[in-house]
């Protein structure tokens, strides 16, 4: 169930791949656009690479691992931020203008993967060289006093450091979800 949700969720990504047809002259504003697509296909690709190894479709290999979950880290939080200029907004680019009146709302999804990225890449760090029972969803749920009881609305939240790897990519996958349901337009 899980692993089909997932498989979803990435499939829907790449297909978000497809270029959009972009202007022939080559602005400053379609740089940046180039640029931020370009990071957000990055973000894919490992996202991909690191669901591929829990899902036993790809070797785990802790240097791969690392590589994928560093190379998230790096794109996500300010850096995701910086991407989106005001002036960078709206077609041909997918990203909406909305993003401009709900710059809270934006900047705090942002700032969320970014500590979820922020976690799995120092979990990385120190990964072993076989995927553990401790990397996986529902490892330390009983620790945790039942992490999943955080998302209760009121609730706070369960500290990352303190979520496996799995789950830190399940959530991190969410936060992938919620900021394009919401920020993210089909452009033709
Ligand atoms: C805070 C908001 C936000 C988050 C979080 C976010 N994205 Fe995006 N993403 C966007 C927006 C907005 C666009 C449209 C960008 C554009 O076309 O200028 C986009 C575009 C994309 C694209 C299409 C790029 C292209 O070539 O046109 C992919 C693929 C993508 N995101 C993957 C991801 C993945 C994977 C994650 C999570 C690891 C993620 N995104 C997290 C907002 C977000």
């Known amino acids: 169930m899980r692993t089909m949700r997932r498989t979803a969720i990435i499939g829907a990504l790449s297909l978000a791949c497809v270029p959009a047809v972009l202007a022939a002259t080559h602005s400053g504003r379609d740089a940046i656009v180039e640029a931020r697509q370009a990071s957000m296909k990055e973000m894919a690709a490992a996202a991909k690479t690191i669901a591929g190894m829990f899902d036993g479709k790809r070797a785990y290999d802790a240097a791969a691992f690392k590589a994928a979950a560093e190379a998230l880290r790096a794109r996500a939080g300010p850096t995701l931020i910086a991407e989106f200029p005001g002036a960078s907004l709206g077609a041909p680019s997918s990203a909406k203008l909305e993003i401009n009146q709900a710059r809270p ?84």
């Open 105 to 188: 709302e934006f900047e705090a999804l942002a700032r969320h993967i970014g500590r979820l990225t922020d976690a799995l890449a120092a979990k990385a760090e120190q990964a072993p060289a076989h995927i553990s029972d401790e990397m996986r969803m529902g490892a330390g749920l009983a620790m945790d006093g039942g992490s999943l009881l955080g998302k209760r609305r009121g609730a706070s939240e369960p500290d990352p450091a303190k979520l496996p790897a799995e789950h830190l990519l399940h959530l991190i996958l969410q936060d992938c979800s919620s900021c394009h349901s919401k920020f993210r337009q089909k452009v033709e």
